[in-house]
């Protein structure tokens, strides 16, 4: 079961978005920011005032609330392409408990990650699969650009643990 944690500020896109998602039988979704509160099938939609912080913010107060056993993110501007599911099921299969970076690209066309390594600049918020292991999970870098880097620098799991996979899974809809 994966929770797909949707951090919003209410823009258009957010519909777009959250149809991109592949829900299979037990998986959520939480959307959490600027919506009406309220509940549709696996969609759960909590409001709270808007971090100003990129989602991190609504990331750090949607994580104790997931209760699949891996967490994935996605901006309300983002969306994934199709099959990703999928590969989270595979990845899941052949490495259930570390991390999982995929791939991401911008609409120029420029891919992330572009070396295995993590770095600032070369990891970004929907590339990530993380298992759901509250001990271990980081925390997303409040007030600051970059918060999913910070995640996962602040995570349990060492670099070495994490697992680079090459299939792009999101698409942005904003360049750098």
């Known amino acids: 079961m994966v929770s797909f944690i949707v951090a ?26 600027a919506v ?7 969609v759960r939609r909590l409001a709270c005032p808007p971090g ?28 994934y392409v199709p099959g990703t599911r999928a590969a989270m099921a595979e990845a899941i299969r052949e490495t259930p408990d570390r991390p999982v970076l995929f791939r991401m690209q911008y609409p120029s066309g420029r891919t992330l990650w572009q070396e295995p390594r993590l770095r600032l600049g070369n990891v970004g918020t929907p590339m990530m699969l993380i298992p759901n292991v509250p001990a271990k999970l980081g925390q997303w870098g409040e007030g600051r650009a ?6 996962l620098q602040t995570m349990k799991w060492s670099p070495s643990e994490i697992v680079w996979r090459p299939e792009v899974v999101a698409h942005l809809g904003h360049d750098l």
């Open 8 to 33: 919003t500020i209410g823009r258009p896109t957010l519909a777009q978005a959250l149809a991109s998602i592949e829900v299979w039988p037990g998986d959520e979704v939480i959307v959490m920011g």
């Open 36 to 42: 009406p509160p309220g509940e549709d099938g696996p």
């Open 52 to 79: 100003k912080d990129w989602g991190s913010r609504e990331r750090n107060l949607a994580t104790p609330l997931a209760r699949g056993s891996h967490l994935a993110h996605l901006d309300d501007d983002d969306v």
């Open 146 to 151: 970059c918060g999913d880097f910070v995640f």
